[in-house]
């Protein structure tokens, strides 16, 4: 990205945006590698751990044990999301080079971070449940309403997630009214961005579920082992694909820069 002058509202260009977040994720994964290792392989240790007690319980403590896996799953998953996106943000951002990042990196600032999604996920959370209880109970032409709702509320969650960013560069004069007002005007590009995301995101999956299918019908245990297998690169690209949507958002909006 190359600085531009500072201007009151900034339209974002999102195909341009896109081909941006990709090509950093292509150029500089290799360095990301070395401070994500560690916790994609804790993370794989866990998927095997839950693997393995799938396939040795009963189908009733199996429910009990994919209760409690999943959550401890869910938060490291989170920890290690934080972690990995503090690093990459401030090597983006700041030029902090990721190769000298400490090992399981959990420092006051990735849990800065990590308080910070959690209080972005406690704003928005309320609302949706809201809306997913409303979506059970409510008439079919109310449908249509309940949807604009719920992407209305996506788009405002993700337009306050430019705060995440701000936290991993010690921005500390940046918060979630300063995150909305820059983003002002952008909810269509946004969403049309996150959309392109998420399709990038769902390719990958399909990918894997097509391997996976096609190694089931030769030997089901083997399709296990593929999911465990193909499954941590993936969730590698994603984490940096999302962290890079976050820093070239912050990028454009806060620090004025093009693309």
């Known amino acids: 990205m190359t600085s531009s002058p500072p201007t009151s509202h900034r339209d974002l260009p999102v195909f341009k945006a896109f081909t941006h977040i990709l090509s950093g994720v292509s150029a500089h994964w290799r360095r990301a590698l070395k401070p994500a290792l560690p916790w994609l392989v804790m993370i794989a ?26 959550l401890v799953g869910a938060a490291v998953g989170l920890i290690a999301g934080s972690s990995i996106a503090v690093t990459w943000h401030q090597f983006i951002l700041r030029d902090v080079p990721m ?24 704003i928005c959370f309320v609302p949706l449940l809201a809306l997913v209880t409303a979506v059970e109970f409510a008439p079919l032409l109310l449908m249509p309403i309940i949807l604009a709702l719920f992407i209305q509320l996506a788009i405002f969650g993700y337009r306050m997630s430019l705060t995440l960013p701000a936290t991993a560069v010690n921005n500390t004069t940046f918060g979630m009214r300063e995150a909305l007002e820059v983003t002002r005007g952008n909810n269509l590009k946004i969403l049309a961005l996150l959309a392109i995301i ?42 940096l694909l999302t962290s890079n949507l976050l820093t070239s958002l912050y990028g454009f909006f806060v620090e004025r820069r093009d693309f």
Do not use: C
Request: zero cysteines; proline letters at 2%.
């Open 45 to 70: 240790l866990l998927n095997a751990f839950v693997l393995k007690s799938q396939i040795s319980s009963s189908s009733s403590q199996e429910q009990l044990n994919f209760n409690w896996l999943d």
């Open 99 to 122: 190769e000298t990042v400490q090992i399981f990196r959990l420092d006051r600032t990735v849990w800065r971070y990590l308080g910070r999604i959690m209080a972005i996920i406690a």
């Open 198 to 239: 998420i399709v990038t995101i769902l390719a990958g999956f399909m990918a894997l579920l097509t391997i996976v299918g096609i190694v089931k019908i030769i030997h089901p245990m083997a399709a296990e082992l593929v999911v465990f297998i193909l499954g941590i690169p993936i969730l590698f690209f994603n984490t």
